[in-house]
């Protein structure tokens, strides 16, 4: 696969990735609206942060490692030695879910039975579910390895979608079976995930005429599974060491991915019905080809993901009191709800620039410089948790968004510095992706301006056809900054026309 190849398909995999999480928040966004009309924010506020949280935590330790380990390895090697390795995180996922099964039901505080029933049940469903996720690892690494975009786009939206279906319909008919209702769609959403990934392969090992499957290191779908190799050793012992270091640092970032959930579970300074609320070797070593293509897709996806969180960021401001209205009713949107979503629209902005950031920086890194980053990421791991405790005990459910916008900061400022390092002696400058021009910048001042001005006199309390003209001076303002940004990003439009034309082309050839 030459260099343009590359850069096409990792151009299509980012964007198909950042479309699959929007659409995933949408649905999201409009299922709990359906279930809080139905099931009280307790139990909500179980599944969104505890019973979440103990999937998350299985399978983000049972895995991660693995993922990046084997990912991270080149075209050469003995696939099944891979793949062995990456059965090893069935047993582990085993070994979390009992594990963490047992401080969830045994020494965390449990429900009121009255207003949470089930909840023991909903605790093994959910780690039953993160085992089952687990036996499909194999098989999205292999996809993930060579760039099966379509797969991941199907599989992924699939599941949700069922799930989102069946919750709704459990809700809608059943909806005194409580965390039943979670639990069984979170089992059939990762079932339905793992049979997606299955199915593929084996239809696809099982044409001989296709040009993916001559391309793929196994020719049936029991070559998947775990065997003795030929090189007598049972794993890549490289590998295996590159996973253990992976591991110790994915154990740090869970604390700061997950941070304030553990508050929130461990610490219970939130009751549960407040807890709804929360929610990719140096440069010089490189072959210049391959520098200008990592380049340039460095900078363009920092381009994009500024865009994109400047856009939720500026319109979210002044449109949070009118989304929680819409969602959940005077329940959310009056109190501390439009506060708390204004500052996770900042969140978001962070979270998409740290994202691009640290996703490259994790990928640049050699074996040595993950062990020293491991340091800093426990000590940034301890001052975040005090931090998050801090913050809440001093302004409520905020003080948890504002210790991962800290979090976030500091992990952006390290990645930046090392990709500036990386990239030094080179001619190339990705970070560029994140200066906009100034007329794009005017652009997002004056609508985040108008946008609040209408909310104070559109909004919320002089009924909907003041509402309506909100929305409409939104649209407005939204059309004329994307049209701004069309205007002045150019280069940003052509690499995203060339190279997703350039990934269409080379599917329609293959």
Known sequence: MGSQEVLGQAARLASSGLLLQVLFRLITFVLNAFILRF????????VNVRLTLLYSTTIFLAREAFRRACLSGGAQRDWSQTLNLLWLTVPLGVFWSLFLGWIWLQLLEVPDPNAVPHYGTGVVLFGLSAVVELLGEPFWVLAQAHMFVKLKVIAESLSVILKSVLIAF????????????????QLFYTTVLVLCYVLYFKKLLGSSQSSKQQTLPVSRI???????????AFVNWKEAKLTWSFFKQSFLKQILTEGERYVMTFLNVLNFGDQVL????????????????AAAVLESLLKLALLAGLTITVFGFAYSQLALDIYGGAMLSSGSGPVLLRSYCLYVLLLAVNGITECFTFAAMSKEQVDRYNFTMLALSSSFLVLSYLLTCWCGSVGFILANCFNMGIRITQSLCFIHRYYRK????????LHLSPVLIGAFALSGGITGVSEVFLCCEQGWPARLAHVAVGAFCLGATLGTAFLTETKLIHFLRTQLGVSRLTDKMT
Do not use: N
């Open 39 to 46: 099931l009280s924010k307790e139990i909500v506020g179980i």
């Open 426 to 433: 080179s001619p190339y400058r990705p970070l560029a992706g």
């Open 170 to 185: 459990l809700v809608l008919w059943l909806p005194h079976w409580g965390l039943y209702v979670f639990s069984l769609a």
């Open 222 to 232: 029991t070559d998947l599974l775990p065997s003795i190799p030929r090189s007598g």
């Open 278 to 293: 929360e929610r990719e070797k140096d440069a010089t070593l490189q072959k210049q080809e391959d520098i200008a293509v």
